[in-house]
C-alpha cells in the first residue's frame, strides 16, 4: 500500500511501511470478475496484459482466491489492506470503504457518487457507436466500460434478454408471444424497473428505454395475436377479458399457504430436534394476538427469527383484532392469566380492562400510522389546487350538517373550487369497527368537539341513510375511485398508492398540509416534548386516555396513531420460561432497532421518531427478567466461532422452507393449472406457457414478476425461469444441443450474446437490455490511516495492483 504509485495519488495515505495489498478475486467464473478485467483491459491495457473474461489468469500464489460473493465480502470484512470487487448495492450494504476511481473524464467518485445509468444514455449518445443501431446486429463486442460522462461510473454492465425477433416464423402458440411481449414490458415499464430495483438493479435511463420500445416494435409476431392489457384501478366490465392483467386477483397459494406453513413447522421442528447437540429437547415458544394491521411484518420477523436460531422455536402471531388482542392479554376467559406472552392494537388498553389486570403491564409503541381524508373532486374544478379543510368543517361534512361543496363554509377556505350549483357530497364511511373510523372520528372530537356531536371510537351512529356505507379499506377506495364528489378515510399508504386526491387538513399549529406533506413520527416527538403529558411518565400507567391526535407542530400530522405491544412488567413474577422471556425481549429489541423500523416501513408504518425509541429502550431496561437468563446477540458479519452460539441469531442461517419450496411451488403449480382447467368459460383447456433461462442475477426479479402475472391472468399460464449462468442461458436460447432449435422462449445474459453463439443461430434475434449493474472497488484500508478520505486510484493503477505489478499501499504511484 506504500508504493511510490499509489501514494503519488494519496498523499494523506500513511501505512506501515511495505503494507501488503492483499488482492482478493473469484475462484470461479463470474460477471464481477468479467467486468473488472474487461474495464482495465479497455481503460489500460499496458497495465492488464493478463485474460480478461468472467475468469483470467491470475499470478500465481499471488492472490487470495474466493468463492462467490459472499466469500468475497468475509475476506475483505476480515482482512486488513484487501482490496477486491463486488455488485456495488452488496459492497454497500456491507458498509465496506470504497475505491474513488478515475473516470474517462478524469473525475474520481464512488458507485455511491455515481450515475450508474448515465453509462447507458452515453451509449446511445449522438455519434456513439456502441449500441448498434440495429438490434439484430452481432453485439459480442458490446460493452459500456469506461464511458464519457463527469458522473459516470466506469464498470457499468447491461444485464440483457436474448429474443428471436420473428416469432411468428418460429410457429409460437400465440399467448405465448402475448405473454413474452407482455413480460418484457412489464419489465421495462416504470412497474417494473422499480421492482427490479428492489433486487439490486439500477433502472434504465430513458434513452434505452426509447431504444428497447422501438426494438419490441420491429418484432414480429402473428397478426392474429391479442395483447394484454393492464387493470390496476377497477375497470367494470373491461377487468374481466380474458387478456387482461388485473391486480385485482389473487392467487389460490393464498388459500394453501397456512396449512403449508404449519406442516413445514411441525417438520421443521423435527429435522431440529433431531439434530445433535442442540439446547434441548424443549422448544422455546413465543405466542401474541392483536391488531390485524402489523400481522404481515410480525409475521416476517418471527420468520426471520425462526431460520436464524440455533435452536427450535415456534412463534405465532394470531391477528384478531386490538380489542380480542386486549382481551386474551389480560386473561378474562383464563381465570385473569394471560393467554398469549404479548398482545398488540392500534389503541391503547382499555381502562375497563386495565382495571382487571393482576399484574401490572407496560404499553410499548411500536410503530406510527397516520390515516388521511381523500376525496375525488375532479383536480379541474379546484384550479388544480389541494381541497382545504379545517377540523370544524371536516367534522360538519362527515356528520352531514354541510352536504355540498359548494357550501359557504367550504367555499371561503376554497375559493376557487368550482362545482356545479348544489354538488353533494358523498361521505363514505366504514361500515364495521375500524381503527381507521376511530382515529378519524376521535380526532374530530378532540379537535371541534361542537360540531362532532356523533359517537367516536371504531364505530359511529352516523347520521341514518345520509353516507355510504362499505367493508374494509379496500371498500373504500373503491368507492371514492369510481364516485365522483366523494370524500372518506383511509391509511395514508393506502391512499396514496391509489393516486387518490387528499384533503389538505389545517393542523394545530393552523397550517394545511396533507399526510405526504407533513412529518408523520413528529406527533409522537411532541407527546415527549418536555412539559407535555400525553404519554405517562410511568409506563405501568393506565393509558386508555392516551392519544396523539391534533399534537403541535408546523408539520404534525393531526391523525395520527400509535401501534403498541402490550407486555407484563415482571416477566420472572410469571413463571415464564427463560428462554421465552429472552425471545420475547429479543423480539421487542428488533422490531424496534433500525432494521426492524425499516421493515415495518415496507409493511406501510412510519419510523418512531428517536425520543420514543428512547422511551422504549427505557421501558424495556425497567422490566424485569429471570436473572438466570441469557440474552440473544445478533451475527450480520461473520463471527468465526462466536457466530455458532446457542444464543445468537444469525443472518448466515437459513431455514428448511428453503429446501422444501421449490417442490412445494410446483405441486402449487399443478394444482393451480387443474383448478383453473376446470373453471367454466375459461380461455381454453390448454395452459399458455413462457420458459426462460440465463444469468441468476435477476432470477428473484423475474421469479417475482412471473408471480405477478400467474396470479393476475384470467386464463391459466405457466411460466418459468431457470438461473443456470449467462453462458448456459446463449446456450439453450441458440439450441447447441437441440439441432439449434431454441430449448426456451427467451433467454437472459449479463452479456451480449458471444460471436460463436451469434454466429450459430438460425433466425434474428434482438438485444433488449433490461436493467443496469455496477461493480464497485473496495477495500479495507483503516480510514485512519487515509486521514478519512477515499483511497483513489485510476484505471491504471488498479491494473497493476490487482496484476500484482504493484504490491504495497505505500507505493508511490498511490501515494
Known amino acids: 500500500w506504500d508504493h511510490a504509485d499509489i501514494k503519488a495519488e494519496n498523499p494523506d495515505l500513511v501505512v506501515p511501511a511495505g503494507q501488503n495489498i492483499v488482492v482478493v478475486r473469484r475462484t470461479k467464473g463470474s460477471s464481477s470478475t468479467a467486468g473488472t478485467t474487461e474495464y482495465m483491459k479497455a481503460a489500460c491495457p499496458a497495465s492488464w496484459t493478463l485474460d480478461a473474461g468472467s475468469v483470467s489468469n491470475w499470478p500465481e500464489g499471488e492472490t487470495t482466491a474466493v468463492e462467490g460473493s459472499g466469500g468475497m465480502a468475509a475476506e475483505i470484512r476480515k482482512t486488513p489492506f484487501a482490496i477486491g470487487y463486488l455488485d456495488a448495492g452488496h459492497g454497500q450494504r456491507e458498509g465496506f470503504a470504497e475505491v474513488s476511481l478515475q473516470n474517462r473524464n478524469g473525475n474520481y467518485l464512488t458507485t455511491a457518487e455515481a450515475d450508474i445509468g448515465q453509462a447507458g444514455t452515453q451509449a446511445l449518445a449522438a455519434g456513439s457507436s456502441v449500441i448498434p443501431a440495429d438490434p439484430t446486429s452481432d453485439w459480442s463486442a ?18 440483457y434478454f436474448y429474443v ?49 420500445a422501438d426494438t419490441i416494435a420491429s418484432m414480429v409476431f402473428t397478426s392474429t395475436m391479442t395483447e394484454f392489457t393492464r387493470e390496476t384501478s377497477t375497470q367494470v366490465g373491461a377487468g374481466a377479458g380474458e387478456y387482461v392483467l388485473s391486480t385485482k ?26 439434530t445433535k447437540d442442540m439446547h434441548s429437547a424443549a422448544v422455546a415458544q413465543l405466542h401474541g394476538s392483536g391488531t390485524t394491521n402489523p400481522s404481515k411484518f410480525f409475521w416476517h420477523v418471527m420468520h426471520l427469527f425462526k431460520n436464524q436460531m440455533m435452536f427450535p422455536t415456534h412463534l405465532t402471531y394470531r391477528a384478531i383484532g386490538s380489542s380480542s388482542g ?45 390515516i388521511g381524508i381523500f376525496h375525488s373532486v375532479p383536480a379541474a374544478e379546484n384550479g388544480g389546487d389541494d381541497v382545504k379543510l379545517d377540523s370544524c368543517l371536516l367534522a360538519k361534512i362527515f356528520s352531514r350538517q354541510i352536504k355540498t361543496w359548494d357550501h359557504a363554509d367550504i367555499k371561503a377556505e376554497n375559493p376557487d373550487l368550482v362545482v356545479p350549483a348544489g354538488q353533494n357530497i358523498v361521505v363514505v364511511r366504514r361500515t364495521k369497527g375500524s381503527s381507521s373510523t376511530a382515529g378519524t372520528t376521535e380526532y374530530m372530537k378532540a379537535a371541534c368537539p361542537a360540531s362532532w356531536t356523533l359517537d367516536a371510537g371504531s364505530v359511529s351512529n352516523w347520521p341514518e341513510g345520509e353516507t355510504t356505507a362499505v367493508e374494509g379499506s379496500g371498500g373504500m377506495a373503491a368507492e371514492i ?39 408523520i413520527g413528529q406527533a409522537g416527538t411532541q407527546a415527549l416534548a418536555a412539559g407535555s403529558s400525553v404519554i405517562p411518565a410511568d409506563p405501568t400507567s393506565d393509558w386508555s386516555a392516551v392519544n396523539v391526535y391534533n399534537m403541535p407542530g408546523d408539520r404534525t400530522w393531526p391523525i395520527t396513531l400509535f401501534s403498541y405491544f402490550y407486555v407484563d412488567k415482571d416477566l420472572d413474577a410469571q413463571g415464564l420460561d427463560v428462554d421465552t422471556q429472552a425471545l420475547l425481549k429479543a423480539f421487542l429489541q428488533y422490531v424496534l432497532s433500525e432494521d426492524g423500523q425499516t421493515h415495518a416501513e415496507q409493511y406501510g408504518f412510519v419510523k418512531l421518531p428517536a425520543e420514543v425509541l428512547t422511551y422504549n429502550a427505557d421501558t424495556i431496561a425497567s422490566m424485569v427478567f429471570t436473572s438466570t437468563m441469557t440474552e440473544f446477540t445478533r451475527e450480520t458479519s461473520t463471527q468465526v466461532g ?61 421469479w417475482h414478476v412471473m408471480h405477478l402475472f400467474k396470479n393476475q391472468m384470467m386464463f391459466p399460464t405457466h411460466l418459468t425461469y431457470r438461473a443456470i449462468g449467462s453462458s448456459s442461458g446463449m446456450h439453450e436460447f441458440v439450441g447447441s444441443d437441440n439441432g439449434n432449435v431454441p430449448q426456451n422462449h427467451f433467454g437472459s445474459g449479463d452479456i451480449p450474446m458471444s460471436s460463436s453463439n451469434f454466429a450459430a443461430l438460425q433466425f434474428k434475434m434482438v438485444h433488449i437490455p433490461f436493467a443496469v449493474g455496477a461493480i464497485g472497488i473496495f477495500h479495507s484500508v483503516p480510514a485512519a490511516e487515509n486521514g478519512g478520505d477515499d483511497v483513489k486510484l485510476d484505471s491504471c493503477l488498479l491494473a497493476k495492483i490487482f496484476s500484482r505489478q504493484i504490491k504495497t499501499w505505500d507505493h508511490a504511484d498511490i501515494k
Open 481 to 519: 375511485r369510481k364516485t365522483p364528489f366523494a370524500i372518506g378515510y383511509l391509511d395514508a399508504g393506502h391512499g396514496q398508492r391509489e393516486g387518490f386526491a387528499e384533503v389538505s387538513l389545517q393542523n394545530r399549529n393552523g397550517n394545511y398540509l396533507t399526510t405526504a406533506e407533513a412529518d
Open 142 to 159: 458490446v460493452n459500456v466500460y469506461n464511458m464519457p460522462g463527469d458522473r459516470t461510473w466506469p464498470i457499468t454492465l447491461f444485464s
Open 642 to 702: 462466536a457466530g455458532a452460539g446457542e444464543y445468537v441469531l444469525s443472518t448466515k442461517r437459513q431455514s428448511y422452507d428453503t429446501v422444501m419450496h421449490e417442490p412445494m411451488a410446483a405441486s402449487l403449480d399443478e394444482l393451480d393449472a387443474k383448478v383453473l382447467a376446470l373453471t367454466k368459460d375459461m380461455h381454453s383447456a390448454a395452459v399458455a406457457q413462457l420458459h426462460g433461462s440465463g444469468t441468476t442475477n435477476p432470477s428473484k426479479f423475474f
Open 326 to 370: 386486549m382481551h386474551e392479554f389480560v386473561g378474562s376467559d383464563n381465570g385473569n392469566v394471560p393467554q398469549n406472552h404479548f398482545g398488540s392494537g392500534d389503541i391503547p388498553m382499555s381502562s375497563s380492562n386495565f382495571a382487571a389486570l393482576q399484574f401490572k403491564m407496560v404499553h410499548i409503541p411500536f410503530a406510527v400510522g397516520a
Open 164 to 212: 428471436d425477433k420473428d416469432l411468428d416464423a418460429q410457429g409460437l402458440d400465440v399467448d405465448t408471444q402475448a405473454l413474452l411481449k407482455a413480460f418484457l414490458q412489464y419489465v421495462l415499464s416504470e412497474d417494473g424497473q422499480t421492482h427490479a430495483e428492489q433486487y439490486g438493479f439500477v433502472k434504465l435511463p430513458a434513452e434505452v428505454l426509447t431504444y428497447n
Open 249 to 274: 386477483r389473487q392467487s389460490y397459494d393464498t388459500v394453501m399457504h397456512e396449512p403449508m406453513a404449519a406442516s413445514l413447522d411441525e417438520l421443521d421442528a423435527k429435522v431440529l430436534a433431531l
